[in-house]
């Protein structure tokens, strides 16, 4: 029986959805809130806040066209996450989806709020103008095919961030990262592989997205595969566990998104 990774998205909170927004080049999570504002909907929108934030994505929307909050109650909820968004390192830049009709687009206006937190009408507005603040030179990306060489290729991207940024102390253990998550994505997605490396400070973020939405799960080391440099072998997704500060899962449109921060050991 598996075990799911501390921040795996496979259970969505009642009013709340996460996803990877695979529409844009960065890492952007889209987090989506409906329904009545309550007591219960504010819990279940805070610690999907949190799960996001967990993720450390280069940018968050949050699309509140479904909500129905008629006194504006749920301002404080996102004044305060982007306060916690600018203030992690590097910053999430954040934007609200709120249509200009509703009563908290005003509300917020009202407060400055649209000074350091954007609020657009919808998702693609927000996707666009995110795109213009993420910065790409600490971001690596390639697509792969579900090939033999591709963990092979998706390591050989890690070593050219790893030396390009200086971050030669993660080289070993964010190259095993990344060929666990690879392979995993060959054998049980088999589809095309989207891998990104990303400078997060003095650490790296790896992301592998594939177009299989099932979430992974940790199972029993495999045997040994023929032919893979004992250097570059691990046990599966408990070699990630074991290696990276932090990983999990978030489901995204066309399938799913599996991450992992590499930071120097303490």
């Keep these: 029986m598996g075990?799911?990774?501390?921040?795996?998205?496979?259970?969505?909170?009642?009013?709340?959805?996460?996803?990877?927004?695979?529409?844009?080049?960065?890492?952007?999570?889209?987090?989506?809130?409906?329904?009545?504002?309550?007591?219960?909907l504010r819990l279940n929108a805070s610690v999907s806040l949190r799960r996001c934030f967990a993720d450390h994505p280069d940018g968050l929307i949050v699309d509140l066209s479904g909500l129905l909050d008629p006194h504006s109650e749920s301002a404080s909820t996102w004044t305060t996450a982007r306060q916690?968004?600018?203030?992690?390192?590097?910053?999430?830049?954040?934007?609200?989806?709120?249509?200009?009709?509703?009563?908290?687009?005003?509300?917020?206006?009202?407060?400055?709020?649209?000074?350091?937190?954007?609020?657009?009408?919808?998702?693609?507005?927000?996707?666009?103008?995110?795109?213009?603040?993420?910065?790409?030179?600490?971001?690596?990306?390639?697509?792969?095919?579900?090939?033999?060489?591709?963990?092979?290729?998706?390591r050989d991207l890690v070593s050219d961030a790893c030396l390009s940024w200086g971050l030669v102390r993660l080289l070993h253990p964010s190259?095993?990262?990344?060929?666990?998550?690879?392979?995993?994505?060959?054998?049980?997605?088999?589809?095309?592989?989207?891998?990104?490396?990303?400078?997060?400070?003095?650490?790296?973020?790896?992301?592998?997205?594939?177009?299989?939405?099932?979430l992974p799960r940790i199972v029993r080391p495999s045997r040994p595969r023929p032919g893979v440099p004992l250097d570059e072998r691990g046990s599966g997704l408990r070699t990630v566990e074991r290696t990276a500060a932090r990983w999990g899962a978030v489901p995204a449109e066309t399938g799913k998104v599996v991450w992992a921060t590499v930071r120097p050991a303490s």
């Design 175 to 214: 190259r095993l990262v990344m060929s666990e998550l690879v392979t995993n994505a060959v054998e049980h997605a088999g589809t095309e592989i989207r891998v990104t490396v990303t400078r997060r400070g003095n650490g790296l973020q790896l992301a592998v997205a594939d177009g299989n939405p099932s």
């Design 3 to 40: 075990v799911s990774p501390p921040y795996l998205h496979d259970h969505t909170e009642q009013g709340v959805r996460v996803s990877a927004d695979t529409a844009a080049d960065a890492a952007v999570s889209l987090l989506t809130v409906r329904g009545p504002w309550d007591a219960q």
């Design 84 to 154: 916690f968004a600018a203030a992690l390192e590097p910053p999430v830049h954040m934007a609200l989806c709120v249509p200009p009709d509703l009563p908290l687009a005003d509300h917020l206006q009202g407060l400055s709020a649209g000074r350091f937190l954007p609020v657009y009408a919808r998702v693609g507005q927000a996707r666009v103008a995110l795109a213009g603040r993420i910065p790409g030179d600490d971001r690596l990306t390639a697509t792969l095919w579900p090939e033999a060489e591709a963990p092979s290729l998706a």
